[in-house]
């Protein structure tokens, strides 16, 4: 989307089109198109106008290095510093969410998961089940400034998210560990919580580290 700005497709102070406009546009999921948006508005790119909808700023031109600086780091070496950025904030979220969790976020969390573990032979879906999952926890950490950061880093990331993940075991695998993360926040247990979400974010960062060399087809 950052490219579309650039390239004038939606010019400073346009509306851009709804999400699901988006969505089938660009070829991704709806919970993708949110991610990008939440993360052009934390980047100062676009404004959200309550009841009318999500605007191009007037002034993205002077954001636009710092946006294609990011770019740059998606493209080069500094992924794995990014990825260790997300793991710092997701361990944290983990043990937050173990503190704060509600019975409502216990629920949507098992709603998730169940998704996921439904539909490890379909990349696609299980990977907007995992976003859900991820989002959900951060949301039960109770930390807005946190979530905020992590649904950032979870947008700049997600490309090579997608093609980390290539096959039906490494979806099996994903599933236990976020079962973990979640009999950890279900039991109140903030260790455990931590160490859950610490070990499926080394797992998670081993596949973005290795998913430049031979690329999948995204979702």
């Excluded at 198109?33 to 191009?56: F, Q």
Aim: glycine share 8%; aromatic share 4%; charged share 25%.
């Amino acid at each position: 989307m950052t490219t579309l700005i650039a390239g004038g497709t939606f010019p400073a102070g346009s509306r851009l089109p709804p999400e699901r406009q988006l969505a089938e546009s660009l070829g991704v999921g709806r919970s993708a198109v949110r991610e990008a948006l939440a993360a052009l508005e934390i980047l100062g790119l676009v404004t959200v106008r309550p009841g009318s909808g999500t605007y191009i700023r007037d002034s993205t031109s002077e954001l636009l290095p710092t946006t294609l600086s990011w770019g740059l780091m998606l493209s080069a070496e500094h992924t794995a510093q990014l990825s260790e950025v997300r793991s710092a904030l997701e361990v944290r979220a983990a043990v937050l969410a173990a503190r704060r969790v509600s019975d409502d976020d216990l629920k949507n969390l098992r709603g998730h998961l169940e998704a996921m573990e439904a539909n490890t032979g379909d990349l696609h879906t299980f990977i907007e089940a995992d976003a859900a999952f991820h989002l959900q926890l951060a949301a039960a950490a109770g930390n807005e400034v946190m979530g905020d950061l992590l649904q950032t880093v979870r947008s700049l990331l997600r490309v090579w998210v997608e093609r980390g993940l290539r096959s039906t075991d490494q979806a099996l695998t994903a599933c236990r560990e976020h079962r973990a993360v979640y009999e950890a926040l279900a039991a109140g247990d903030e260790a455990a919580a931590g160490a859950a979400m610490d070990v499926h974010m080394r797992t998670a960062g081993d596949r973005v580290e290795h998913a430049g060399e031979s690329p999948a087809e995204d979702g």
